[in-house]
């Protein structure tokens, strides 16, 4: 079964909820990064759940004027005005009065949503309310989803993607810094209004599969996903995009596959997954990579003072320096310095010396700054300036180096 819905040979629905998915997934990986450099991630929260009241009133006038209340276009389209009106009244609070960003998006938040809630309770007692099948629009609900729904979100992810691709580097550059983008010339305030536009676009065209609850996962762990991998920030708009587009497939092939199971949490359960996976195994930025480099950096520290210790003559008793100077062939079992080990260790007595003098020296300042007891001294000086500190200490020149 799931390989038949990774092939999209499981059925016309289960095709038509693969493609959309993964279609949104890039969308609002793409549109999410930009929110997230912006540190900005909470603001997708208050606009998804702006978009309830959008729904519950499109619904209701479509219902008042003898239409299908159950209509996508027009659904999203009530809930695009609401969340635009949710957007703008958090930005007028941000702007004109005392309030935070953060306290203005609980504000818009919690007042959106408890009006929807208060709509929804209300359409439920209508004759068709029963039957309307609006609260899909919180967790989401891909069941009987229609060609002419998938062609909505299709058409509305592509158009969404295509406006980011246009203004990304404006969008780069208020993210990264908006003082400077300021003084470049660049309306920051309306590039921010876009920003906040390509994301409510984003949380309206998703609402269908994932819903408005989740669509907030979508948008945000992509990003944060494929941060963990690179620095640069047009990769990781890519790798966003390639991350919530396989996290949109997948989750649709599994959901399709398996009875019962709702698209929208899957879709960004399998995203948590790839969050997860990139969290422990990124090689930069991952934890397995942190863990191995303080693993090494024991072990130099170790060497190093084990080093010390045989060049003063002094025993060593700590079994796991002992293994570490026997392993890289510094000293024998009995803890007694080899001929090799010999060098290392007047090597490394010497250049403690160096940087003892080097620390005293205010010319070498910013030098000093970089002394850890781990870094080599002809990192960081000249033959000539060594030549010159090893005249100072006096004894011999050569060290094995």
Not at 7 to 31: D, E, K
Not at 182 to 188: D, E, F, Y
Not at 308 to 324: C, D, M, N, S, V
Request: proline share 3%; net charge positive.
């Amino acid at each position: 079964m799931l390989w038949d819905a990774l092939t999209l040979q499981l059925g016309y629905n289960a095709t038509l909820v693969a493609i959309g998915a993964t279609l949104l997934g890039i969308s609002a990986g793409v549109t999410g990064t930009f929110l997230f450099l912006r540190k900005r991630a909470l603001v997708s929260d208050a606009i998804s759940h702006a978009t309830l009241p959008g729904v519950c009133l499109g619904f209701m006038a479509l219902v008042a004027f003898g239409g299908d209340g159950r209509n996508l276009i027009g659904l999203l389209a009530g809930s695009a005005v609401s969340a635009w009106v949710g957007l703008l009244c958090m930005n007028w609070l941000t702007r004109h009065t005392r309030l935070a960003e953060d306290a203005a998006v609980g504000a818009i938040l919690s007042v959106f949503f408890g009006l929807g809630i208060v709509l929804l309770t209300v359409i439920q007692t209508m004759g068709v309310g029963r039957q309307a099948g609006l609260e899909g629009f919180l967790l989401g609900s891909t069941a009987g989803m229609l060609w002419a729904d998938a062609l909505v979100i299709a058409i509305g992810g592509a158009a969404t993607l295509l406006l980011v691709m246009i203004i990304r580097r404006p969008m780069t550059m208020v993210a990264f810094d908006p003082e400077y983008a300021a003084a470049r010339g660049l309306p920051v305030h309306r590039i921010d209004l876009a920003m906040m536009g390509l994301v409510m676009a984003v949380t309206v065209v998703g609402l269908k599969i994932v819903g408005l609850i989740l669509i907030v996962a979508l948008l945000i762990i992509p990003p944060v996903t494929a941060r963990f991998w690179t620095d640069r920030s047009g990769r990781v708009v890519l790798l966003a995009g390639l991350a919530g587009g396989l996290a949109g497939y997948l989750g649709a092939a599994m959901s399709a596959s398996a009875p019962n199971l709702p698209t929208g949490p899957i879709i960004v359960l399998v995203s948590f997954g790839f969050f997860a996976l990139s969290l422990l195994l990124a090689p930069v930025r991952g934890v397995l990579a942190a863990v191995l480099r303080q693993l090494r950096f024991q072990r130099r520290v170790h060497i190093r003072q084990g080093l010390l210790a045989l060049a003063q003559g002094q025993k060593i008793y700590e079994p796991l320096t002992l293994r570490l100077l026997r392993r890289a062939g510094f000293a024998r079992a009995d803890g007694v310095a080899t001929e090799i080990g010999k060098a290392r260790a007047a090597k490394a007595l010497r250049d403690e010396k160096r940087w003892e003098i080097v620390r005293a020296d205010q010319m070498h300042e910013a030098t000093a700054a970089l002394y850890d007891g781990l870094r080599d001294i002809e990192t960081v000086l000249t033959q000539d300036q060594i030549a010159e500190i090893d005249r100072q200490i006096g004894g011999p020149q050569e060290v094995l180096a």
